[in-house]
């Protein structure tokens, strides 16, 4: 697996799973019905934010995608925050683990002191399970404050770790 800087042209393999991910409903607090364009432009961010994809390196394809961007302005620019998504078909590879360290480095590499995710659905167990393994701890949690599809409301916890 290669992670690499994503072109415009990468929309094109990351909008089938991100459209299927955020239509569910299930993990992320974007409108299920948000269109290709709007979507591209809320992933794609330009500098000096980031969106990088992971790639097989034998063939190319588009295993997952992340992005990642200063999470507050003035005093409080010195934390980062990232959000991760990996195509279902290649999920239980380390895709998203790789993309997290990739993005933690990152955030090291441009001088932030600490990552905040401010929004993860707490019954998204992997993702939580997966933070929590990089250091990530919930810091606090927003009751009711994700509407699950089929779980009704459940909890956001905001997830934050030193760098």
Not at 2 to 10: G, N, P, T
Not at 110 to 137: H, P
């Amino acid at each position: 697996m290669l992670i690499r800087e994503a072109a415009s042209d990468d929309w094109r393999a990351i909008w089938p799973f991100f459209h299927a991910i955020v239509a569910a409903g299930e993990t992320f607090t974007y409108p299920t019905d948000l269109g290709r364009d709007e979507g591209r432009d809320w992933w794609l961010l330009p500098a000096p934010d980031r969106t990088v994809v992971a790639v097989d390196e034998a063939d190319g394809a588009v295993l997952g995608t992340a992005k990642m961007n200063r999470n507050h302005m003035g005093n409080a620019s010195h934390i980062a925050s990232a959000s991760y998504m990996v195509d279902p078909a290649h999920s239980g590879r380390g895709v998203g683990r790789a993309l997290c360290e990739y993005t933690l480095e990152w955030a090291r590499a441009e001088g932030y002191r600490a990552m905040q995710f401010n929004a993860v659905v707490e019954t998204n167990v992997r993702a939580v399970r997966l933070y929590r393994s990089l250091g990530f701890e919930v810091v606090g949690t927003l009751p009711d404050g994700f509407r699950h599809p089929a779980k009704g409301y459940v909890g956001l916890h905001i997830m934050h770790r030193l760098i």
